[in-house]
Every structure is written in C-alpha cells, then in structure tokens.
C-alpha cells in the first residue's frame, strides 16, 4: 500500500512563512504529478499548486508569487514552501499523488491534511 503524511502546517501571523511537506511511504514504481489542495470548513477543495514528475510547477492565482512547490524524488518527498501568508490561507492543505505502482497503473492518493492558520 502506498500512504502519505503532511507535516509542516500550525499558527502563524500573516506575513509569515509555513513550508509544507508530504513524504510518499510503501510500494511503488514512481510518483508522477504531485498537488497541493486546501480546504476551509464549510468551501470546497481548491487546487493550490501542481508540479510534475519533471519538476514543473503551475499556482492557482492566490498562490503565484508567494508559494513554492519543489519536490526530492530521492526522498519521496514534495514541499510546499508558502511565503507572506495571508488569513485567507487558512486552511487543511492536502497533497495528492499520482502514483505509478506499477508501469501500467497510476492511482491517486491523499494525505491526511496539515492545518494551516494565519492570524490577522
């Protein structure tokens, strides 16, 4: 089985800066694409950042210009470097994988979610 952990999220005053990270664990051939979603209680999931296998990253506009996606495919990790936080970032950020278990079949996985929460 494959799972995924976040860490990285807490409290911090806008202005301030989270790196997020989410470590892939089990049996897999590879990972493919990698997102960062963000959730707050009562909206909907939104895409906050994409990077591929290759390492090319895409934003949501809310995200351009003060988050980083960044991936080590040496350590089956992916971050999500987030920069001048603003309360509306708050949220539960979730990574999705892509992940190719066999060269034939990709399948999606999530993690658990890492709270985020930036004080006015």
């Known amino acids: 089985q494959v799972q995924l952990v976040e860490s990285g999220g807490g409290l911090v005053q806008a202005g301030g800066s989270l790196t997020l990270s989410c470590v892939a664990s089990?049996?897999?051939?590879?990972?493919?694409?990698v997102y960062w979603y963000r959730q707050a209680p009562g909206r909907q999931r939104d895409l906050v950042a994409s990077?591929?296998?290759?390492?090319?990253?895409d934003y949501a506009d809310s995200a351009k210009g003060r988050f980083t996606i960044s991936r080590d495919n040496a350590k089956n990790t992916v971050y999500l470097q987030m920069n001048s936080l603003k309360p509306e970032d708050t949220a539960v950020y979730y990574c999705?994988?892509?992940?190719?278990?066999?060269?034939?079949?990709?399948?999606?996985?999530w993690g658990q979610g890492t709270q985020v929460t930036v004080s006015s």
């Open positions: 999705k994988n892509s992940i190719r278990r066999w060269p034939w079949r990709v399948d999606d996985y």
């Open positions: 089990g049996s897999f051939f590879r990972i493919d694409a």
């Open positions: 990077i591929t296998e290759g390492g090319i990253a």
